[in-house]
Structures are given as structure tokens and as C-alpha cells.
Nanobody, 117 residues
């Protein structure tokens, strides 16, 4: 059973930085891409960023471009999200996801990020 486990969430002041990590474990697992999504209270889940392993291309949602950086290690099925210049509107539960060939097939349980203003 594949599991994605996020870590690194917490409370940070506006303007600060935080780094999230996500690692896959369990079973035979390989992915085409990994991504981060987030969901704030009362809002729909929002795409934050993704990385495609073969091309190393990265993609970002408009609200985080220039502030967040996604990186990772394909061989370890690990993805990171470096978040800088955090704003109160970045407060959300952040989820890691992996594309096993049928879209975002695997999801983590989420990690809370709270930005205080």
C-alpha cells in the first residue's frame, strides 16, 4: 500500500519561509510527476505546483509564482515545497500528490500551514 507522508507544516509569520517535504513509502511505487495542492477552510482545493520527473519541468499556480519553489528526487519519490514571502492567504492544509499514470492517483493526509499576520 503506497503512502505519501507530508511534513514540515507549522505556524509562521507573514513574510517568513517554510519548507514542506513529502515522501512515498510502501509497495512498488513509481510516479510520472508529483505535486502540491492546498485547501483553505471553505475553499476548493487549489493547485500549488508540480514537477514532472522525465523533463524536470515545474509548474505553479498563479497565486504562488515567484514565491514558492518545488523540487524533488525521483529516485526517492520525494518532493519538496520551499515557500517564501508567505502571506496570510497561504494558510491552508497542504497536500502532496503523485501521478502514477492515471492522474493524481495518490494523496497524502495533508499538513497544516498557518501564516500569522
Amino acid at each position: 500500500q503506497v503512502q505519501l507522508v507530508e511534513s514540515g507544516g507549522g505556524l509562521v509569520q507573514a513574510g517568513g519561509s517554510l519548507r514542506l517535504s513529502c515522501a512515498a513509502s510502501g509497495g512498488t511505487f513509481s510516479s510520472y510527476a508529483m505535486a502540491w495542492f492546498r485547501q483553505a477552510p471553505g475553499k476548493e482545493r487549489e493547485f500549488v505546483g508540480s514537477i514532472r520527473w522525465r523533463s524536470s519541468e515545474t509548474y505553479y499556480g498563479d497565486s504562488v509564482k515567484g514565491r514558492f519553489t518545488i523540487s524533488g528526487l525521483n529516485a526517492k519519490n520525494t518532493v519538496y515545497l520551499q515557500m517564501s514571502s508567505l502571506k496570510s492567504e497561504d494558510t491552508a492544509v497542504y497536500y502532496c500528490a503523485a501521478d502514477g499514470g492515471s492522474g493524481w492517483d495518490y494523496w497524502g493526509q495533508g499538513t497544516q500551514v498557518t501564516v500569522s499576520s
